[in-house]
Structure formats: structure tokens, C-alpha cells
């Protein structure tokens, strides 16, 4: 028997200057059941100075994140090397390979996509997601970014929002977090 595939989350992130901010949906789906509204996606790690959200999997997605913050405590805050350690952890190890799931990370500095193929990715105009609904807000971000003067946080907002009136496994429950000046 085939279990139906879990769905869940749009995980956004926007840069400017050295403000950044991670929003996501609380939706989490079970094939065509929603399961959950109000799940925690984004949390903040590294003594509160880096922001993460995850995509896919619950559980794998807390382990994730968890590696992530030890890791950043191991090399003393510094998130450029601990994603890229993450991502040759989680492409090497036999256990972790098989996590499914997906995570964009920020700090004041850098801003990235982690994925367990050991993709570390910058994006190019400071504006990533993941997820379900990714494309969506990913496309609604990047329309605000170059033509409205929004803040970080009213792009997230919004983007997200644009996302869950679009994809179904996507809701307006939002958790969003913030570095940098509001």
C-alpha cells in the first residue's frame, strides 16, 4: 500500500541590505486531507541570529535544523560554513539522505537554499523559496521587490499570502521572523 504523499509549506525568504526575513504557511496536507493549520516552520537558531524554515517533512526538517544549529555552535556562528557542512553531511551520510526535506537559511550576511542533493545556493536578488507553493511566492516576491518599494517583511506578507490564494496546499496561518531593522 502506497501512503499518500505529505505536502507541505511555502518557505520565503527576502533580503535587503542586512534585513532579512523567512516567512511561511502553517498548512500541512496528507494527500487531499489538510492535517494541520498552524504548523511552525521558521524558527530562529544560532543564539537567535539565524533565521531557518523547512519544507517537506516535519520531522526531517527538525532534525535539519537542529544538525544546522549544532553545527553553527561548532564553528562559532559562522552560517556559510556550517550549510556548507550540513550539505556534505547530508549527501554522505546513509542516514540523512534519505530526509526529505528542504531549507532556506539567513543570517544578516548570506542568505540560502539547502537540499540534501548538497546544494548550498545564494540567491542572486536576495529573494529564494521553497515548497509547494515556492514558485508562487518566489514570482509574487520578485514582482514586489523590483517594483514596489515594500519592506522585507510586507513582501513576505504578501507574496505569501498571493501563494496561498494559488496553491492548495498552501494557507495564510503565517509565521514570519526577522533580522535587521523593521
Known amino acids: 500500500m502506497t501512503l499518500p504523499k505529505i505536502r507541505s509549506t511555502t518557505v520565503l525568504a527576502v533580503r535587503r541590505g542586512d534585513n532579512v526575513v523567512i516567512g511561511a504557511d502553517g498548512q500541512v496536507s496528507f494527500g487531499n486531507t489538510i492535517m494541520k493549520a498552524t504548523a511552525k516552520k521558521v524558527r530562529r537558531i544560532g543564539d537567535d541570529k539565524v533565521l531557518v524554515g523547512f519544507a517537506g517533512s516535519a520531522a526531517d526538517g527538525m532534525t535539519l535544523v537542529d544538525r544546522l544549529d549544532t553545527k553553527l555552535r561548532e564553528l562559532r556562528g559562522n552560517l556559510r560554513r556550517a550549510a556548507v557542512e550540513l550539505a556534505k553531511d547530508w549527501r554522505s551520510d546513509r542516514a540523512l ?86
Do not use: W
Request: overall charge negative.
Open 97 to 182: 539522505r534519505k530526509l526529505e526535506a528542504m531549507l532556506v537559511v539567513a543570517d544578516r550576511e548570506v542568505l540560502y537554499v539547502v537540499s540534501g542533493a548538497g546544494d548550498v545556493i545564494e540567491p542572486d536578488d536576495g529573494v529564494c523559496a521553497i515548497g509547494s507553493g515556492g514558485p508562487y511566492a518566489l514570482a509574487a516576491a520578485r514582482a514586489l521587490v523590483q517594483k514596489t518599494t515594500l519592506s522585507p517583511r510586507e513582501t513576505v506578507e504578501t507574496a505569501l499570502g498571493i501563494a496561498g490564494d494559488i496553491c492548495v496546499f498552501t494557507n495564510r496561518n503565517l509565521v514570519i521572523e526577522e533580522l535587521g531593522h523593521a
